[in-house]
């Protein structure tokens, strides 16, 4: 498994707080190309300073993913993008995703999409978020509505039989009529894959700010589970398998890159911010942009980790596989979280016991909307 980050973005959403630069169309396109360039250059060389991690992971049958995603991998031209794939290895990748922005592909037009498809990208997942305009608009999205519902058709056209599609819930001000009508527009759509997640303060944000200043008020929990169990009811309606607590697929379009991360396969994560997993370490790039040196020599993000001990393992364990419809052996559990927790959530009906002669514990999908109180609950 191999995760790239993109860390650019041609402006910031309100709500995003993920590690992003702006690389801004007002600027020339010789400035724009330097930026990816020496992008590019540095990650190349961190590809080949762990050539022989990637080399092991990929021995080991765990590599068989790759995931770019940002940031906004979209604004990267082909070329930059091609560089960083061939970088990498020959390779055939059971799903290879990139993640995009409509505006970007609606842009691009065909070509883009072809130039993805022959870089071997079989999957794409696209951040659609709504199909409101005026929300779209609060969330300083680059595209709208009828952008989205292009990008879409192209990327169908293109060949593309995969395609996730991301929506955000939780907002004050969306309504239950304006929230039925998008999840309805998506369903029209018909993608492999949808992923919807709950609107979150995160640090350092936009709405972060507003929040502070009194320009933002949260929606309720009440207004916020309405809402997920608005979209719980219609993707099962049509289809849909809730296999994890903010993503539905058509039965067997799960996402394999991501449902690894879950059940703590190892990844090796390169560029910026990127994070890496082996059993028992974490590691994380810096978050910054390489940067030339006096004589000019490129200098790229550096690489921080921690030892995770066996009881932070443990935990970590319940808190991934817990948020699955796979859930995780009941054993497990029981030896990690105390039997007064687990007995007392078994009686409530927040945890259930799936049969069999190795039994499995999983929280009910009525129950995911909490399932970070049930977690808790579960960690001494």
């Not at 650019?8 to 930026?35: A, D, M, P, W």
């Not at 022989?52 to 604004?75: F, K, N």
């Amino acid at each position: 498994m191999i995760y790239v980050h993109v860390p650019f973005c041609r402006s910031f959403c309100t709500y995003c707080g993920f590690y992003s630069e702006i690389c801004s169309r007002k600027e020339t396109q010789q400035v724009q190309n330097r930026l990816f360039e020496d992008y590019a250059e540095a990650l190349c060389a961190e590809i080949d300073s762990r050539r022989s991690e990637i080399s092991d992971a990929r021995a080991s049958g765990t590599s068989d993913t790759l995931y770019i995603g940002g940031g906004t991998p979209s604004v990267l031209p082909l070329p930059v993008l091609e560089r960083i794939v061939r970088a990498l290895g020959p390779a055939t990748y059971e799903e290879f995703t990139v993640e995009v922005n409509p505006d970007d592909v609606v842009a691009g037009g065909p070509e883009y999409v072809a130039g993805l498809r022959a870089l071997g990208v079989n999957r794409v997942s696209m951040g659609v978020q709504s199909f409101d305009d005026g929300i779209l608009r609060w969330m300083n999205r680059r595209h709208d509505a009828a952008g989205a519902r292009e990008a879409f058709r192209l990327l169908m056209a293109g060949g593309f039989d995969n395609v996730s599609i991301d929506l955000i819930f939780g907002l004050s001000q969306l309504t239950e009529a304006v929230w039925e009508s998008t999840i309805d527009e998506a369903l029209v759509m018909g993608p492999e894959h949808i992923s919807a997640y709950q609107l979150s303060i995160e640090e350092d944000s936009a709405l972060e700010r507003m929040v502070a200043e009194g320009r933002y008020v949260e929606a309720s929990d009440e207004q916020c589970r309405g809402q997920y169990d608005i979209l719980c009811r219609k993707l099962a309606d049509a289809g849909y398998v809730h296999y994890e607590v903010s993503n539905w697929a058509r039965p067997g379009r799960e996402a394999v890159h991501n449902s690894a991360y879950w059940r703590r396969v190892p990844y090796i994560g390169l560029g910026p911010g990127a994070h890496s997993f082996s059993p028992g370490i974490r590691s994380w790039n810096t978050q910054e942009l390489p940067r030339r040196e006096a004589g000019g020599r490129l200098a790229g993000w550096r690489s921080e980790r921690e030892v995770l001990s066996a009881r932070e393992a443990a935990e970590e364990t319940i808190m991934l596989a817990l948020r699955t419809a796979a859930g995780l052996p009941l054993s497990t559990l029981r030896a990690i979280s105390p039997a007064t927790a687990i007995d007392a959530l078994l009686s409530e009906g927040a945890l259930q016991i799936v049969p069999g002669p190795d039994p499995f514990v999983r929280i009910p999908e009525d129950r995911f909307f909490v399932s970070d109180d049930i977690i808790s609950r579960l960690l001494p």
